[in-house]
């Protein structure tokens, strides 16, 4: 389940919030650095160890689907405007909000032109009753806990356990 944390900026009082990550209680604290002209978070134990220190990086919000489809194996996502990412390359992305659900998760997907993406899906899932969105996210604390996520869009945290 998710928790949020709405984030309101303050240049001069610094933001605090308690979130469980890997099963434990962390101290988070949103401060504004004056040298880097930008919000940082300071990630440390409750009795004040720290763990990490990093700016805020924000996640984009989902793009829209205009069309998803499975052919051969393949499914093709096409988006409702440029994605932005590089002809050519293949992008970790998650799939979101589509029915049937197999459509949906997070896959690697082949950027076919400026709205589509390829990913491979060996089974036919059937046609799409409801197009959802392809999300990119940033997860802040990747490489530092094994199974939280910490991201920041829309001026608040999303933290899953």
């Known amino acids: 389940m998710t928790t949020f944390y709405p984030f309101t900026p303050s240049q001069t009082q610094a933001f605090t919030f308690q979130p469980a990550l890997d099963g434990t209680q962390y101290l988070v604290t949103v ?4 040298f880097g002209q930008r919000y940082y978070i300071f990630v440390t134990q ?3 160890t720290p763990v990490v220190t990093m700016p805020i990086i924000e996640s ?3 793009l829209p689907l205009a069309s998803i ?3 051969n194996g393949k499914v093709t996502a096409v988006t409702q ?3 932005g990412y590089q002809i050519g390359l293949t992008v970790a992305i998650n799939i979101v909000g589509c029915a049937p659900v197999a459509y949906n998760g997070s896959v690697f997907a082949f950027v076919l032109d400026a709205v589509t993406l390829v990913y491979p899906l060996t089974a036919n899932p059937a046609g799409a009753t409801i197009i959802g969105a392809a999300d990119w996210t940033i997860n802040m604390m990747n490489g530092y806990f094994f199974t939280s996520t910490m991201v920041y869009r829309n001026g608040q945290f999303e933290i899953n356990p």
Do not use: F, K
């Not at 401060?31 to 004056?34: D, E, F, G, K, V």
């Open 81 to 83: 405007r440029p994605h």
């Open 31 to 34: 401060q504004w650095n004056l």
């Open 46 to 48: 409750l009795n004040g």
């Open 60 to 62: 984009p919000a989902a």
């Open 69 to 71: 489809s499975w052919s």
